[in-house]
């Protein structure tokens, strides 16, 4: 089992910057990779952004150059650091964790992210 929570959401004008975190918690150790998805309303998540625990990430051709993503040194923490935000960057970011071992994907409660024109 994993617990994911994030933060750092909120409301910014477009050209600004916002980091996300997200903390996981529980069974880190087997977690094979971690990202960040949105959601728009009305249509399906979407990838923004997916690390391994080996490090490589891939990111979205609709925010390569503008967002990037990270571990923390403790690597139960991802970052998705986004900058020249857009108004249609608007939408609800969710992490994720994916272990392999039991074919599991896991969700935070997601977090807010608004950019206002």
């Known amino acids: 089992q994993v617990q994911l929570v994030e933060s750092g959401g909120g409301l910014v004008q477009a050209g600004g910057s916002l980091r996300l975190s997200c903390a996981a918690s529980?069974?880190?150790?087997?977690?094979?990779?971690m990202g960040w998805y949105r959601h728009f309303p009305g249509k399906q998540r979407e990838l923004v952004a997916r690390i391994t625990s080996g490090g490589n990430t891939n990111v979205a051709d609709s925010v390569l150059g503008r967002f990037t993503i990270a571990r923390g040194n403790a690597k139960n923490t991802v970052y998705l650091q986004m900058s020249s935000l857009k108004p249609e960057d608007t939408a609800i970011y969710y992490c994720?964790?994916?272990?392999?071992?039991?074919?599991?994907?896991?969700w935070g409660p997601g977090t807010q992210v608004t950019v206002s024109s």
């Open positions: 994720n964790a994916y272990i392999a071992l039991d074919s599991r994907t896991y």
């Open positions: 529980g069974s880190i150790f087997d977690i094979n990779y």
